[in-house]
């Protein structure tokens, strides 16, 4: 029984500590693009809005929940965007000092550009 219980708690631990692990992104980037998503209906009162950034690794897509207001006025593209990715969770911060919590919906690897063909 005594085996059995310590088996069992080393195996929570190891994935507490995988979990912890997990890689967090995080820095400064520019909005490349802020466009609403679907419509609003009586339970899903707040327009939801896709953020898309790009990092120096990955290109992201960020959807908000649809129980989060959001001024698209606060977010615009073209200004400077602080980001902190999660696993699927994003925070994002305007230049003018605006959060919003989204989940990543789309990434994409960041290739380097590839040499002209002859």
């Not at 990955?58 to 200004?79: E, M, N």
């Amino acid at each position: 029984m005594i085996r059995y219980l310590s088996s069992v708690l080393l195996a929570v631990l190891l994935f507490a500590l995988i979990a912890m692990a997990a890689k967090k992104d995080t820095g400064s980037t520019t909005l490349k693009n802020l466009e609403p998503v679907a419509t609003t209906s009586k339970q899903n009162k707040n327009q939801q809005y896709d953020f898309s950034f790009e990092t120096s690794a990955k290109r992201y897509v960020c959807r908000t929940s649809p129980k989060t207001s959001v001024k698209a006025t606060d977010f615009v593209v073209g200004s400077e965007l602080k980001y902190e990715i999660n696993g699927n969770k994003g925070d994002l911060k305007s230049s003018s000092g605006k959060q919003v919590k989204c989940t990543v919906v789309r990434v994409e690897e960041v290739s380097a550009p590839s040499a002209p063909q002859k």
